[in-house]
């Protein structure tokens, strides 16, 4: 979820009892969210504090017991009728316990008190969190920058502008589309991280790109108590070769001689710190639909592009079609949830990259290909005929004619 949609829906959940927990992975931004959000809430003339879990007096008192945190705020007992306290706390995985934590003040305080919290993975990963504190909150995923939120951080104003000129009217031909271009072309390799957005300079951008993975995910790995580190990294490397492929526990487990166990731990930590997504295929009503195996995308392209170590321009890549299709799968993700979002496959290699299920058995479905001439419709029959209701277009990265959808205008 963007930035914009998720302070709006923040907003729209504001009257609502249960907490507002927003998660996602280190450095995306969710402090500078919660801090937006604060500022609008005290311009509704409401009772709203900020405080933060890493200040250790505030966290010492909290640990001691939960209702210290009004030592550092109003008291909800203290509020007249249908008032509200709001408190925003940044990064609650720092309590101690955290689920507990929330848990106490929702059943004591809920028509009184409103608390937005975030956190990263070790608040996340507890696998007590879902049953603990079901029907207490609402959870908010916050990812790396959009395209079109890259252009903001980039004051590229005219060109964003330009961009969803070319976005609404495909037929329109911007002027400034080869300027749009270059920065899209950046935007496949470095991401969209908001520090190395806003960094110029390319050496720094790579030096930010490796203190994201060996500093903020060497933290997800000691809190979550990865007792062997280098295997797990092992691991994330070859992720970031197969890249938009089906992923093999089992071969996975033999190459790297850890317990398929081992492995689903580690993909299971990945995937709940915002690193990767496991794509599930679509099953219908055709015999051969067998591939039960997830597909793997990163959450950031920059991210992916440090841990393989390839920086190069795209044309000049050998995993050109890969890269060009997690970029689909990020976009798509933004654009349907994740929820609705699949792939086709089936065991004897027929494939279709992405299936979106608006409604019952219809909707939408997109082939990913570097250049429109590798996309043959012909190729696609078996699913034609199976899924009638559901579109087959084209994305792709170099367009020779009207017939396919330019992936960056999706």
């Known amino acids: 979820m963007n930035r914009e949609n998720i302070l709006t829906l923040l ?84 309590a101690a316990n955290p689920t507990n934590f929330l848990k106490l ?51 590229a104003n005219e060109l964003l502008d330009e961009y969803k000129q070319m976005q609404k009217r495909l037929t329109y031909k911007s002027l400034k589309e080869n300027q749009i271009k270059l920065l899209f ?67 996975l487990s033999n190459t790297l001689k850890t317990a398929v166990g081992t492995i689903d731990n580690y993909l299971y930590l990945l995937r709940k710190c915002f690193h990767i997504h496991l794509l599930t295929p679509k099953h219908g009503n055709i015999r051969k639909e067998l591939t039960k195996m997830p597909k793997i995308y990163f959450n950031d392209l920059g991210l992916r592009n440090y841990v393989c170590n390839n920086f190069e321009k795209i044309e000049f890549r050998h995993d050109k079609g890969e890269l060009i299709e997690n970029y689909a799968f990020i976009r798509l993700r933004d654009l349907y949830g994740l929820d609705v979002l699949h792939f086709w496959r089936t065991a004897d290699g027929n494939e279709v990259d992405f299936v979106i299920e608006e409604k019952m058995n219809s909707g939408k479905a997109y082939e990913v290909k570097f250049s429109e001439l590798g996309f043959k419709p012909t190729k696609y029959k078996k699913f034609i005929e199976g899924y009638p209701h559901f579109a087959l277009k084209a994305l792709v990265y170099k367009q020779e004619s009207s017939n396919a959808l330019d992936v960056f205008l999706l």
């Not at 979550?224 to 070769?241: D, G």
């Open 11 to 94: 907003k729209k959940h504001l009257p609502d009892k249960r907490h507002s927990i927003i998660t996602g992975a280190r450095q995306v931004g969710k402090t500078t969210v919660v801090k937006q959000l604060a500022q609008y809430i005290k311009n509704q003339q409401k009772k709203v504090y900020y405080l933060t879990f890493e200040d250790p007096e505030i966290l010492a008192a909290i640990n001691t017991h939960p209702e210290k945190i009004f030592n550092y705020t109003f008291h909800p007992d203290e509020l007249k009728n249908k008032e509200r306290l709001y408190i925003i706390i940044d990064e609650i995985q720092y």
């Open 105 to 155: 003040l929702y059943d004591k305080y809920e028509t009184k008190l409103k608390i937005i919290a975030t956190g990263s993975s070790a608040f996340y990963i507890d696998r007590n969190f879902k049953d603990s504190l079901a029907g207490r909150k609402k959870i908010f995923e916050l990812y790396t920058l959009s395209f079109t939120e890259f252009l903001q951080f980039k004051r």
């Open 185 to 251: 072309d950046e935007y496949l390799t470095f991401g969209g991280y908001p520090s190395v957005v806003l960094e110029n300079n390319i050496t720094y951008k790579k030096e930010l790109l490796a203190e994201l993975a060996n500093s903020y995910m060497k933290k997800d790995v000691l809190e979550a108590n990865v007792r062997e580190p280098l295997k797990f990294f092992n691991l994330v490397k070859l992720l970031s070769y197969q890249t938009a492929q089906l992923v093999n526990q089992h071969e």
